[in-house]
């Protein structure tokens, strides 16, 4: 099964173009992580996975037809060249929806958070995307088939669709079609998420690239699959109860035992900065003094803290350069 094959079963048989389509996305972060796939070409997860969602932070795109010989991308205003990675990772992605009549698009992409920094940019960009398309060729499709699309440029696009709590389910189909996310109902007003930014520099290995690795040479890899089924009946239960003890700390122990097999990959993947450590160290101390916060941690060096509203004024008195988000009082967009 190809990704043009998922395509033609989704979409309908002839678009009606408007002149321009418009989206915002969040971005979003796993608490149950998605690592590891059974499938590379579609992007199936080895295992379902649960995320929260950043109002505010992700990318607002605009896509429209354009009379150049060749599609033309901005990033924040400015002119994306056609050799780098960026660009062709984005146009091959439009090729699958270009179908027999050769049109080309212009996009305008602005996003809120560095990208590649282990912030999930590619998750939200590809979400905006699939959603500006939508828009822009009136294909009215459900958020449930979009999610499915938006997978097939980046898995973690396919929680990037929705606000609040989003469980992305793994599926068992060749064909990915029961390989959507869809949210949660529950909502956890007092909720906090601080970003830790340590490094904006971009990753020196793709997160697609580090998961082959994983998969292909981590001892520790073997056990990933029946953690993630634990973690992600906890984490549901805890958001159900409102439990935050548990949910803070099956978060945290997901995301290090993630790091766990790709510290046990070989050549080994890493990362943590000394700084990275040197937080964590922090954190651990303030919890140590009865303070709830846990971190997780994604395909970077940033770390993003999770912790309730009651305890903000003691984190930013330890950590004056947090960037609190509250992820059910913020407006999405
Ligand atoms: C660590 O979705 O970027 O952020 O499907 O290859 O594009 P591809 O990978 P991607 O991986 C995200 C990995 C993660 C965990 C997560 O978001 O669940």
Redesign the pocket.
Known sequence: MTKAQVVAQLLPSTYAPKETGASFAPT???LC???G?RNTEL?LPATS?L?IALPGKGAFTKVMLSTQAEDTVTLNGLSIATNTSFYRRLTQFIELFRKKVMWRLHIEIQMTIPVAA?L?S??CGFAALTMALNDLFQWQLPLRDLSILA?L?????A?SLWSGFVEWHQGEREDGMDCYAEPLSMQWPSLCVGILTISQKEKFL???EA?LRTVKTSDLYRCWPDKVQRDLTQLKRAIHEGDFTTFGMTAESNALA?HATMLSSWPPICYALPETLAAMQQLWELRQQGIEVYFTQ??GPNLKFLFLEESKPLINKQFSNLDIIYPFKQRVG
């Open positions: 979003n972060i796993a992580k998605y690592w796939k992007n996975s995320s282990g999930a590619s998750a997978r440029g980046s898995g973690s696009a929680r793709s997160s697609r998961m993630m994604d395909a």
